[in-house]
């Protein structure tokens, strides 16, 4: 393999600004648009409903302080990769890294592209997920192709080449959609309360549940969608070589930005509730647009459709960006491959791996909307608190800059966090074995490829980098 260390590198050019809108728009897309109706009829109760997305909230400003810690001592592009790398042994940073392709960003952007042609479902039926004819299905998997993964796939083909053209550029537009998402959310919110035909008595309703699976172990399968919703708090870590001023930057986008789109969901689905009679909102997908219709009348939510579909491309956009760092770093350290180390000359950009992932990405729309968010959900929570724990073999090297909001109480916070994780862990397992273990499956074959590898080549372990940055 050739050497990666003459190719050009990354540069810092991405900003405090930038980067809180990086993690809010990384947050702020498919799961608060579309989670809660698959909650209602899971849950059954309004009270659990707000409940989940409180908990999930609590748990991703929990995690967000510790991965602020984690990237003050490892201000490089990688995420999860580095972390798992440094304190468990490099086979888990290559499975976090590959779960980021097959999971954390690919499945992701594929299931926002999916619920962007929902909400224009409306104006084009055949955009909608359940117009899609069905092509396979085996145990808990179903494969379908229609207009609504052709628009998918469009969409992540469109932003995929966008993003290859410099990351300057991507960032000044990435802040402009997410000021727009912000806008038409805000609208929205403001609009619906002030102006909408709500009733607040719909708070206290109650629907018959759609599973019989105990509720104590739902809540924990429930909390895979809200973890999906909130997932994207740690976004601004895998651009961390590109941000100015890391050390300073990467702890502010990280908590500011979990802190302002916690507030944000817990208020949009009040509105949701307010808007919708509670057995009505059972199993919805676009649940924004059903809420919009509610609120201000067909003629009107069709604008709020529009909007939010448009605002969806903020999500893909920010995912598209994100994703290709983690190839990079594991392309550099010899465990991807060896292209995704490309950087272009001019456009300074990895341009191999953006491409890879959009490809991925545009493969994965064929699988139901449902069945990724549980997928994607059971991937991440894993890795996530993998990285959490590794923070109690951090602290005991010499040098390591300690975050005082972490050390606050130390050791409540991560240990609050990972309890929760494992209890989703086991759950996921119990109650949705077929996509657990196909999630297991594919971490499995990601440990027999890094075998293969090292078995092929003698496998050079990465230094471990200096603990202060200039």
Avoid at 40 to 63: E, N, Q
Avoid at 309 to 334: C, E, F, H, K
């Amino acid at each position: 393999m050739h050497s990666t260390r003459q190719l050009p590198g990354l540069l810092r050019r991405i900003g405090l600004l930038s980067a809180i809108a990086l993690v809010v728009s990384n947050m702020v897309g498919t799961g608060i648009f579309t989670t809660t109706g698959f909650l209602a009829a899971d849950l059954g109760s309004p009270a659990l409903v707000l409940l989940s997305w409180i908990v999930g909230a609590g748990c991703a400003l929990l995690a967000a302080l510790c991965y602020a810690e984690l990237g003050l001592n490892f201000p490089v592009s990688g995420g999860e990769y580095i972390y798992l790398s440094r304190a468990y042994g490099p086979i888990w940073g290559f499975l976090s890294g590959w779960a980021s392709f097959f999971a954390g960003f690919s499945a992701p952007i594929a299931a926002t592209g999916l619920a962007c042609a929902d909400y224009l479902g409306s104006f084009v039926p055949a955009l909608r997920q359940a117009s899609a004819p069905e092509l396979i299905h085996f145990g808990g998997w179903t494969l379908r192709f229609g207009g609504a993964q052709i628009f998918a796939c469009g969409v992540i083909g469109v932003l995929t080449i966008v993003n290859i053209f410099g990351v300057q550029r991507v960032a000044r537009l990435q802040t402009s959609l997410t000021a727009l998402k912000l806008i038409v959310l805000g609208s929205f919110l403001v609009a619906g309360f002030v102006w909408g035909h709500g009733n607040w008595a719909h708070l206290g309703q109650t629907a018959a549940r759609s599973t019989t699976a105990p509720l104590f172990g739902q809540f924990a399968v429930s909390l895979f969608w809200i973890y999906v919703s909130y997932s994207g708090w740690n976004a601004a870590v895998y651009v961390a070589e590109e941000l100015k001023s890391p050390e300073r930057t990467l702890p502010r986008a990280l908590i500011g930005g979990t802190a302002i789109v916690a507030a944000l969901y817990l208020a949009l689905n009040f509105l949701f509730l307010y808007a919708l009679p509670f057995d009505s909102m059972k199993g919805v997908l676009a649940i924004g647009a059903d809420a919009a219709t509610a609120l201000f009348g067909a003629r009107a939510s069709g604008m709020f459709r529009a909007l939010m579909a448009a605002s969806l491309l903020a999500t893909i956009n920010a995912m598209v960006l994100t994703g290709p760092r983690v190839y990079l770093a594991m392309a550099r350290d010899g465990l991807f491959f060896s292209k995704a180390a490309y950087v272009h000359t001019r456009w300074r950009t990895p341009v191999i791996a953006i491409l890879a992932q959009g490809v991925f990405a545009m493969a994965l729309t064929l699988t139901p909307f449902p069945q990724l968010i549980i997928y994607i959900g059971f991937t991440l929570n894993f890795f996530a608190a993998m990285a959490v724990g590794s923070l109690f073999l951090f602290r005991r090297r010499p040098g390591w800059r300690r975050l005082p909001a972490v050390s606050f109480g130390f050791p409540a916070i991560p240990v609050i966090s990972l309890t929760i994780g494992i209890w989703m862990t086991w759950e996921g397992f119990r109650m949705r074995p077929t996509i657990s273990l196909t999630a297991v499956g594919v971490l499995a074959l990601g440990a027999l490829v890094y075998f293969f590898q090292s078995r092929k080549r003698k496998y050079e372990t990465v230094s471990e980098p200096p603990l202060s940055y200039d």
